[in-house]
């Protein structure tokens, strides 16, 4: 029985920062690699962000590179989205998913064969 559970969105003025966090439990984090996506309204979920599941490597979407950062922290059984320079573009549901990863090195940004999924967390960002 697996849950992922965000928290930290709202609504932020264009340019503003948010971290976006994800308590995850029903299962030891650390072989796990972790994902953000994000879903806005009328388009298909994207994969933003992901992190291996020895924390050591990560990857990012273009539209998000440069001002976003993953990070985790297996002892709190948390991933975390940094959110900084925040475009109205960046407006969303927020989900974060963990996919088993014995590779430690390895992360994914599609939305495939992810073994759990928080219920996501509303960014709006808007001035």
């Known amino acids: 029985q697996l849950q992922l559970v965000e928290s930290g969105g709202g609504l932020v003025q264009p340019g503003g920062s948010l971290r976006l966090s994800c308590v995850i439990s029903g299962f030891i984090l650390e072989y796990y690699a972790i994902a953000w996506f994000r879903q806005a309204p009328g388009k298909e979920r994207e994969g933003i962000s992901c992190i291996s599941s020895s924390g050591l490597n990560t990857d990012y979407a273009d539209s998000v590179k440069g001002r976003f950062t993953i990070s985790r922290d297996n002892a709190k059984n948390t991933a975390y989205l940094q959110m900084n320079n925040l475009k109205p573009e960046d407006t969303a549901v927020y989900y974060c998913?963990?996919?088993?990863?014995?590779?430690?090195?390895?992360?994914?940004?599609?939305?495939?064969?992810?073994?759990?999924w928080g219920q996501g967390t509303q960014v709006t960002v808007s001035s």
């Open positions: 998913a963990a996919k088993f990863a014995p590779p430690r090195s390895v992360c994914y940004r599609a939305p495939n064969d992810f073994d759990g």
